[in-house]
């Protein structure tokens, strides 16, 4: 790493690694879903729709943010992004303050602080991802997004702690959105005041329909894009569905199966530690076999869990949990490093096209509601199995991957 973050040194790097931080804010969303649900009586499948309303975005200002980072700049765009992420912390606190339980108003704000969270979100993991090439390049590049993707673990894993804390002793459990506005507003100042030297803009003329035309005229690209829509969807299906496999076949009560969340963010967490290292020592296309094996064993273990009529053991469930969480931490950096890498010339087009797959976080959810209320959260299960074994096919016929430029397996 000696031309990447060595140089740049730490105070050129630490207000990015922090809005990673504030990037991992999106991840409440499951948490803060399981409490709306038993507030508002709401179903499994009206409550998914909730992630919907966060991912929805990322199909539409995807590729719109690639063409506006050319045009403003990459810090420029997740500074965008942090505002408006603050404003989606700001309304759940107004809900909660002004308006009564139960509220129709108070859901409102609720679903429109949804709609922020996802928009800013948006805007912020395609900037703030590529943002990270201007401090590392090379075969280091995936490894340096996991340490930004383990960052924005710590986000995520707090949630539902501060959330159930919340609740437990204060009777708020949205005192989660206060914490985390103040954390936002440090991260916005102190990114504010960074001075980063930017690339210049994509070569060519940058449109929507040239982006797309690259999505689907490109092999490596759509085959990556479609690998970060496998990979958000398991992981927002899991942060959703994950306490209520647990209390359908358990009598474990709500603020206890939300620490399935956060088993899953820890081991989401340190999966992105090793991944770290890791990835320096061993070939990509070995990493992403290794995740997609690991992936596809937990959904065995959760579909044997779901499967078995009366008691099953825990430890199965728990098992499932942490296995997921392991193998998918650092499925999205391997796809994601290897889309930017393999087209170098046209990075924030190609970021805007591979954020776009988040939108498997708006589609895995409301399939997986579906499937559940018709057949019990076996059903979430087989749909999020669909996304763990397209990892695996992937990683085993990893030649796929290789294109004229750049090769998975280098």
């Given at each position: 790493m000696s031309n990447t973050i060595v140089k740049s040194g730490f105070s050129k790097i630490a207000p990015v690694m922090l809005a990673f931080f504030v990037m991992g804010f999106v991840d409440l969303v499951g948490t803060a879903t399981n409490y709306v649900k038993a507030e508002f009586t709401l179903a499994d499948g009206t409550a998914n729709l909730f992630t919907t309303m966060v991912f929805f975005w990322f199909l539409i200002f995807s590729v719109p943010t690639g063409i506006l980072m050319n045009r403003i700049g990459r810090r420029r765009t997740v500074l965008w992004s942090i505002l408006i992420t603050l404003v989606a912390m700001a309304l759940p606190i107004v809900a909660y303050v002004v308006y009564p339980a139960g509220s129709s108003i108070r859901l409102a704000l609720i679903v429109a602080s949804f709609a922020f969270l996802g928009i800013g979100n948006t805007l912020m993991q395609v900037s703030l991802n590529p943002l990270l090439t201007v401090f590392v390049k090379g075969d280091n590049l995936?490894?340096?997004?996991?340490?930004?993707?383990?960052?924005?673990?710590?986000?995520?894993?707090?949630?539902?702690?501060?959330?159930?804390?919340?609740?437990?002793?204060?009777?708020?459990?949205?005192?989660?959105?206060?914490?985390?506005?103040?954390?936002?507003?440090?991260?916005?100042?102190?990114?504010?005041?960074?001075?980063?030297?930017?690339?210049n803009p994509d070569s060519g003329s940058t449109t929507i329909a040239r982006c797309f035309g690259l999505l689907f005229s490109d092999r490596v690209v759509l085959l990556c894009f479609l690998g970060i829509v496998a990979h958000v969807g398991i992981d927002v299906g899991v942060n959703a569905q994950a306490p209520r496999i647990l209390m359908e076949h358990t009598d474990i009560a709500l603020t206890?199966?939300?620490?399935?969340?956060?088993?899953?963010?820890?081991?989401?967490?340190?999966?992105?530690?090793?991944?770290?290292?890791?990835?320096?020592?061993?070939?990509?296309?070995?990493?992403?076999?290794?995740?997609?094996?690991?992936?596809?064993?937990?959904?065995?273990?959760?579909?044997?869990?779901?499967?078995?009529?009366?008691?099953?053991?825990?430890?199965?469930?728990?098992?499932?949990?942490?296995?997921?969480?392991?193998?998918?931490?650092?499925?999205?950096?391997?796809?994601?490093?290897h889309a930017l890498m393999y087209r170098p010339e046209r990075q924030n087009e190609i970021s805007g096209l591979m954020l776009m797959g988040l939108i498997g976080g708006a589609v895995f959810?409301?399939?997986?509601?579906?499937?559940?209320?018709?057949?019990?959260?076996?059903g979430g299960i087989l749909v999020m199995a669909v996304g763990c074994v397209y990892i695996l096919v992937v990683s085993l016929a990893h030649k796929v991957l290789e294109g004229d430029r750049f090769a998975l397996v280098s």
């Open positions: 995936a490894s340096t997004l996991t340490t930004g993707q383990f960052v924005k673990a710590f986000a995520s894993l707090f949630a539902p702690y501060i959330a159930a804390w919340g609740f437990g002793r204060l009777n708020m459990w949205w005192i989660l959105f206060v914490i985390y506005l103040a954390v936002g507003v440090i991260g916005y100042v102190w990114l504010a005041f960074d001075r980063i030297e930017e690339p206890v199966a939300t620490n399935a969340t956060m088993v899953y963010f820890i081991a989401r967490m340190v999966g992105c530690l090793v991944g770290g290292v890791a990835l320096k020592k061993v070939s990509n296309a070995f990493g992403l076999r290794v995740c997609g094996v690991i992936v596809t064993l937990a959904m065995v273990c959760f579909a044997i869990f779901a499967l078995i009529p009366s008691n099953p053991p825990h430890w199965l469930f728990w098992l499932a949990i942490a296995l997921i969480g392991f193998g998918n931490s650092n499925v999205f950096s391997l796809f994601l490093s959810p409301p399939l997986m509601g579906v499937a559940a209320d018709v057949a019990g959260q076996f």
